[in-house]
C-alpha cells in the first residue's frame, strides 16, 4: 500500500517532494542536529580562545561571529526546530489525525527554515557574518555595521519568521480541527498541549520579529533612519526584540516540558501530578510571557514604577513555573520508575532547569540585575534553562520516539553513557560560569584569576560536545542494528503507540475516536473512499528555493533576485492550480471551532500574525514620534489630500469585494467578475495615487533618509503598500478564474477568504490614514 | 564593615546583602528540591517484581487526574511568600539605589568605540581614566556618542547602559583608595573586550591638590 502513495524512502524524490507529516518531521529533525553540530562547532571555537586568558585562537571580529551566530543558531535553527521535528511527527499521532491540516503548507515550512539557516550559513563566506550579538542591538547592527554578511543573516533570519508563520497556522489550525472523536482540548497529550502553547505564543512574538528584521533591513539597505536617531534607537530595538525575545524563552522551553511530562507519565506508571494545574500554571506563563520583557532593559534607564512593575512580573512567572516543576516532581511519589534513556534524561533536565529557574529568580531582581547584567552569570543562567531545560529536554523526546519513528530500539547502553557525558559536560560547562559572574561576557580576554573556571568550562563544551557524537552514533548504528521495537515498547498510554512501528502513511488503520473515554477505531475511514489523498508536491520547494534566490541576490547579484521573483510567480501559480487532496476527517473534536472551517480558522490565525505585525510597525512610528520633540505639523510634510483619495478609495474597494462574494453566492457570473475587476481597478487607483505621492516626495528631495517622518512614512505604508499588492495579484488570479466562471458555481468561500485579507489591508489603512496625515 | 564605623552604605554593601539573602535561599531551595526528587527516584526505583501502582495509565486511556491541588497549593504558597519577600528586599534596596547622595560630585560619562571620556565639574575632560576622592559620592551622567555600551565597575558593584541620544544617572561611593576597572558590559564592536577604563580613588587631599592644579592651568 505504501508504495502507491510515496515513493521508496531511498530516492531523493520521496524527500524532495514529500509533504507526509513524518517525512516532514524526520527532515526536520536532521537538519536541525545539523545545525546543533555547526552551532556546537561555533561553541567550541570560543571555548577554545577562553582556554587561556589572552589567546590568539580567534580574532576580536571572528570570536563576536562566533558568538553571535552560535546565539542565532542554536536558540532559532537547533532548538525550536528540533522542537518541531518531533511536534511534525507526533503531534498527529498524538491527537488521531491523518496529517497536518495542510500538508503542503507544512512542507513549505520546512523548506523556508532550510533555507533560511542556508543564508545564515552563506553569510560566513561575504567577509564577515553577523558579529553583533544574537540580540543585534541598535544601533551597532545598523549604522555601524556596513558589512554585506549581516544583511545576508538577516535575511535568512527573514526566511527563518516565514517559515514560523507559515507552521504556526498550520499547528494552530490542526490541534484545534483534527482531534479524534472524543479528544477534548483539556485531555490532550502534555506534549500537544505544549506545542499548542507554543504555537500561541508563537503567533505574536515571531511578528514582532518580524518587524524588527523588516525595519533593520530597511535602515541598513533603504537608508531609514529609525534606529540611527536618537528618538528611535537603542530603547526603540529593545522593547521590540525583547517583545519577541522573552516569549521566544518558553518558545523553545514549552515543547521540551511537554516531552517531559509524557515522559514521566510512562517510565513511572502513574498519572501526571495535578494534570489540569499544570496546564492552567502552562496558561499563565504564555500570557504572562508578553508582559515581562522590560527585564531584559533595567539599567536602560526606564521610569522607576516600569521597572518595578516589570520586576514583579517577572519574579511572578516563577511562581507558575514552581507549579509545573514540583508537580513534576511529585508525580514521582509512589511510583515505580524504570530509568530507561528516555527517563534519565527528562529527570536530568528538570534537575538542571531547577538551577536556571532560581538564578532566574535572581536576575529578576532589579537590585541584583544592576550588577549581574552582561555578566557571564545570564550566560550561565539561559544556558541552564533553554539548553538545559530545552534542548536536554528535547533529547528525552529524541529517544522516547525513536523507537515510533524507526521501528527500531536504540542501544541502551550508549544512551546511558550519552546520558552520563551530557550531564557531566553540562554541569562543567555552564557551573563554572556562575562563579565567573564578575566577567563581562563576550569578551575574549579575561584576568589570570578566572583561568581554571573557564578551563573547567572548555573541558566541560569538549565533553558535551562529544556526548552528542556517542548519541549521533547511536540513532545511526540502532537504525541498521536496532532490535525490532514493536508497537509500543514504552507501555505508554497516548495515541502516538497505538499504532505500528514506524507508522503507515496514513497512520491509523481506522479513524481513532475516544468514545467513554476509552480509544476504539471506527472501521469506515473517510480517506478510504474516493479519490487516495496526495502526498507530494513540487511547490513547498520550488517556493522556498526562489525566495532564497530573491534574497540572496538582494546582497549578491540582483540577477539572482530577477530569477527568483520569476520562479516565485510560477510557483505560487503551480500551488494555487495543483491539484491536491487532503481531506478533514468527517468526525471529530473540535471545540471551539467546529463551525469555522480550516481554511477560514487558517485564514483567521494569518491575519492575527499580521495584526502583530502592524501593530508593532504602527507602534515603533507612536514610539518615536512620542519621543520625538519636533514633528511636522498635519498638513505640512504630507499632502492630506493624497491620504484622504486613498482612504476613499480602499473603503470602495471593500464594498466591491464584500458585492463580488454576494454575487458568487447567488450565482452571477457577471457580477462576480465585474465587481472584482472593480476592486482590482480601485486597487491599481491606490497604488499609482501612493506612487504619484512618492514621487512629489522625492521631487522634494524628500527621501528615506531625509528624517524620521519621511523613514516612518515611507516604510509603514510601504509595507501596507506591498500589502496591497499582494492582494492585487490574487484578485488578478481570482478575477482570471471567475471569468472561466469559477465562485459563481461553487467554491466561493475563496472569495470570502481573500475578503478578509482585503479587509484587514483596508482597516490597516483606516489607522494609518489619521496616525500620518491628521495628527 | 564600613557601617561598623558609622559610614554611609555603598552600591557594593546594597548588594551584598542582597546577594546574601538571595544565594542563601537559592542554594537551599536548589539542594532541597534536587535532593528531594532524588530521594523518589532512588525511593521508587523499579526492582524486580515491584508490582505495578494501582491508577497506572492504561494504553488507549484519556489521560487521568491525579488529585494533589491542596499539596501543590502548599508548596506554591510557601515559594509565593518567598518570593513576595525577595520582591519587597529588592525595591528597599531599590529605593536606595534609585536615590543618589546629595553630596555627590557629579561626572559626565561618554562612552565612545572603544573607551571612555569623563567630565569633571569644572569642564576637565579626560579620556580613559577618571579620578575621585574616595568617601565622596560620585553621581554619573552617562551617554555615547555611538552604540550602546554599558559602563561597570564591577567591584564597586555599579553598572548603567551608556546609549546613545539618552543620559542615564548612576550613583557609587568608594571609601578605598586605589585603582578600579571600569569596563562595558555591553556587546559594542570588535573593541568590546579591550574596552577599559580606570577610576583612580585617591585621597581627599590628593586629589584637591590635584583637582585644583587642573582649574589652575
Redesign the interface.
Known amino acids: 500500500m505504501e508504495s502507491h502513495i510515496l515513493p521508496p524512502g531511498s530516492t531523493v524524490k520521496r524527500w524532495l517532494l514529500t509533504t507526509n507529516h513524518k517525512d516532514v518531521g524526520i527532515l526536520y529533525l536532521v537538519t536541525s542536529l545539523y545545525f546543533l553540530v555547526v552551532g556546537g562547532a561555533l561553541a567550541l571555537l570560543f571555548r577554545l580562545q577562553l582556554a587561556g586568558p589572552n589567546l590568539n585562537v580567534l ?3 571572528a ?2 561571529q562566533a558568538v553571535t551566530v552560535h546565539g542565532l543558531i542554536m536558540v532559532l535553527f537547533v532548538i525550536s526546530p528540533l522542537a518541531f521535528a518531533l511536534a511534525n511527527y507526533i503531534v498527529p499521532l498524538q491527537i488521531g489525525a491523518r496529517d497536518l491540516a495542510f500538508p503542503r503548507l507544512n512542507a513549505l515550512s520546512y523548506w523556508l527554515y532550510l533555507f533560511g539557516g542556508v543564508l545564515v550559513v552563506i553569510s560566513f563566506f561575504q567577509q564577515r557574518t553577523l ?3 544574537w540580540t543585534l ?4 547592527s545598523s549604522a ?1 555595521s556596513p558589512y554585506v554578511g549581516v544583511n545576508t543573516g538577516g535575511l535568512g533570519l527573514a526566511l527563518l519568521v516565514a517559515s514560523v508563520t507559515v507552521s504556526t497556522v498550520n499547528f494552530v489550525v490542526t490541534i484545534f480541527r483534527s482531534r479524534a472523536k ?3 482540548l483539556t ?1 490532550l ?2 506534549f500537544t498541549m505544549c506545542i499548542l502553547l507554543t504555537v500561541l505564543m508563537m503567533l505574536y512574538a515571531f511578528p514582532a520579529l518580524l518587524a524588527g528584521i523588516i525595519i533593520l533591513a530597511s535602515d541598513r539597505i533603504l537608508g531609514t533612519v529609525y534606529f540611527s ?3 528611535g ?3 526603540l530595538w529593545d522593547h521590540i526584540f525583547w517583545f519577541f525575545g522573552h516569549p521566544e524563552v518558553y518558545i523553545v522551553l514549552f515543547p521540551a516540558l511537554g516531552v517531559i511530562a509524557d515522559v514521566l ?1 510512562t517510565f ?10 499544570i496546564i492552567a500554571a502552562m496558561v499563565i506563563v504564555a500570557g504572562l510571557s508578553f508582559l515581562v520583557w522590560g527585564h531584559h532593559m533595567f ?3 526606564m521610569h ?1 514604577d516600569v ?2 512593575a516589570f ?2 512580573t517577572t ?2 512567572i ?2 507558575p513555573f ?2 509545573i ?3 513534576f ?11 530507561k534513556t528516555p527517563m534519565l534524561f527528562a ?1 536530568g533536565s ?2 538542571i532547569f ?2 536556571g529557574g ?2 532566574g ?2 536576575l529578576g ?4 540585575d ?2 549581574l ?3 557571564y552569570f545570564v550566560v550561565a543562567h539561559f544556558h541552564y534553562t533553554m539548553a538545559g531545560g530545552g534542548l536536554v529536554g528535547l533529547v528525552a523526546g529524541v529517544y522516547y520516539w525513536y523507537p515510533k519513528m524507526t521501528g527500531k530500539m536504540f542501544n541502551e547502553k550508549l544512551g546511558r553513557l550519552q546520558f552520563i557525558l551530557t550531564i557531566i559536560g553540562f554541569n562543567m560547562l555552564y557551573f563554572p560560569l556562575f562563579l565567573s559572574w ?1 566577567m ?6 579575561y584576568p589570570e584569576n578566572l583561568i581554571p573556571l573557564q578551563q573547567v568550562a572548555t573541558v566541560g563544551g569538549f565533553i558535551l560536545g562529544a556526548s552528542f557524537l556517542v548519541m549521533f552514533w547511536n540513532l545511526l548504528y540502532s537504525l541498521k542494528y536496532g532490535q525490532p521495537a514493536g508497537d ?1 515498547p514504552w ?3 497516548t ?1 502516538e ?2 499504532t505500528k512501528s514506524p507508522p503507515p502513511p496514513h497512520n491509523f488503520d481506522g479513524t481513532p475516536a ?1 468514545i467513554n ?3 476504539s477505531f471506527i472501521a469506515a475511514n473517510g480517506a478510504a473512499h474516493g479519490e487516495p489523498e496526495t502526498h507530494l508536491s513540487v511547490w513547498p520547494f520550488m517556493l522556498s528555493l526562489a525566495s532564497f534566490l530573491s534574497l540572496l541576490g538582494l546582497t549578491t547579484n540582483l540577477l539572482f533576485t530577477l530569477v527568483g521573483l520569476g520562479l516565485l510567480a510560477f510557483s505560487v501559480l503551480g500551488l494555487a492550480g495543483e491539484r491536491f487532496i487532503s481531506r478533514e476527517e468527517k468526525i471529530g473534536e473540535r471545540w471551539p471551532f467546529e463551525s469555522v472551517d480550516r481554511m477560514k480558522l487558517a485564514w483567521w490565525t494569518f491575519i492575527a500574525s499580521e495584526v502583530m505585525l502592524f501593530g508593532v510597525v504602527l507602534s515603533a512610528y507612536v514610539y518615536v514620534r512620542t519621543t520625538s520633540a519636533t514633528w511636522p505639523a498635519p498638513g505640512t510634510f504630507f499632502d492630506i489630500a493624497h491620504g484622504a483619495v486613498n482612504t476613499f478609495i480602499l473603503l470602495t474597494s471593500s464594498l466591491t469585494v464584500v458585492l463580488a462574494l454576494a454575487s458568487a453566492r447567488i450565482g452571477s457570473r457577471a457580477g462576480t467578475a465585474g465587481f472584482l475587476a472593480a476592486t482590482l481597478a480601485l486597487g491599481v487607483a491606490f497604488l499609482f495615487n501612493k506612487y504619484n505621492e512618492w514621487s512629489e516626495l522625492f521631487g522634494h528631495g524628500i527621501t528615506f533618509s531625509t528624517n524620521l517622518p519621511a523613514s516612518t512614512f515611507f516604510l509603514t505604508t510601504g509595507i501596507h503598500g506591498a500589502h496591497v499588492f499582494a492582494g492585487l495579484l490574487a484578485i488578478t488570479y481570482l478575477l482570471s478564474r471567475a471569468l472561466r466562471g469559477a465562485y459563481a458555481r461553487e467554491g466561493h468561500e475563496t472569495l470570502e477568504y481573500f475578503g478578509y485579507y482585503w479587509h484587514f489591508v483596508d482597516i490597516v489603512w483606516v489607522f494609518i490614514f489619521p496616525l500620518f496625515y491628521l495628527v | 564593615m564600613h557601617k561598623l564605623i558609622g559610614m554611609v552604605a555603598t552600591t557594593v554593601d546594597i548588594f551584598n546583602n542582597l546577594w546574601s539573602v538571595f544565594s542563601t535561599l537559592g542554594v537551599i531551595v536548589g539542594i532541597v528540591v534536587i535532593s528531594y526528587m532524588v530521594y523518589l527516584i532512588v525511593r521508587n526505583r523499579a526492582r524486580g517484581g515491584a508490582p505495578e501502582p494501582e491508577d497506572s495509565p492504561k494504553p488507549g486511556e484519556l489521560p487521568r487526574e491525579r488529585k494533589g491541588a491542596k499539596k501543590l497549593l502548599l508548596s506554591v504558597f510557601l515559594s509565593a511568600s518567598i518570593v513576595i519577600s525577595l520582591i519587597l528586599l529588592t525595591f528597599i534596596a531599590l529605593d536606595n539605589l534609585d536615590r543618589p547622595p546629595a553630596d555627590a560630585m557629579e561626572v559626565k560619562v561618554v562612552a565612545f568605540q572603544w573607551g571612555w571620556k569623563f567630565y569633571y565639574p569644572n569642564g576637565y575632560e579626560a579620556v580613559g581614566e577618571l579620578r575621585i576622592p574616595r568617601g565622596t559620592a560620585v553621581k554619573f551622567y552617562v551617554t555615547s556618542q555611538d552604540v550602546f555600551h554599558n559602563m561597570g565597575i564591577i567591584d564597586l558593584r555599579f553598572k548603567i547602559d551608556a546609549i546613545p541620544g539618552k543620559t542615564n544617572i548612576g550613583w557609587t561611593r568608594v571609601y578605598q583608595a586605589g585603582v578600579y576597572e571600569i569596563r562595558c558590559f555591553e556587546l559594542c564592536g570588535d573593541g568590546h573586550g579591550v574596552m577599559i577604563g580606570r577610576l583612580i580613588a585617591m585621597e581627599p587631599e590628593e586629589f584637591n591638590s590635584w583637582y585644583s592644579s587642573l582649574q589652575a592651568s
Open positions: 580574532s576580536p571580529s570570536f563576536n558579529d553583533v550579538g542591538y541598535q544601533p551597532l555601524f472524543g479528544l477534548r485531555a497529550p502534555m536617531s536618537p528618538e534607537g537603542a530603547i507519565v513511572s506508571r502513574r498519572p501526571l501530578f495535578a494534570r489540569r494545574i539599567l536602560t534607564g522607576p521597572r518595578r520586576t514583579v519574579i511572578a516563577s511562581l514552581d507549579a516543576i514540583l508537580s516532581i511529585y508525580t514521582l511519589v509512589k511510583s515505580r520508575i524504570e530509568l529527570l528538570i534537575a531547577i538551577i532560581i538564578t529568580v535572581f531582581s532589579i537590585a541584583l544592576y550588577v547584567r552582561g555578566t564578575e563581562p561576557r563576550r569578551v575574549p580576554i509500543n507501555g505508554a498510554y495515541l503507540w497505538m475516544f473515554g476509552q480509544l
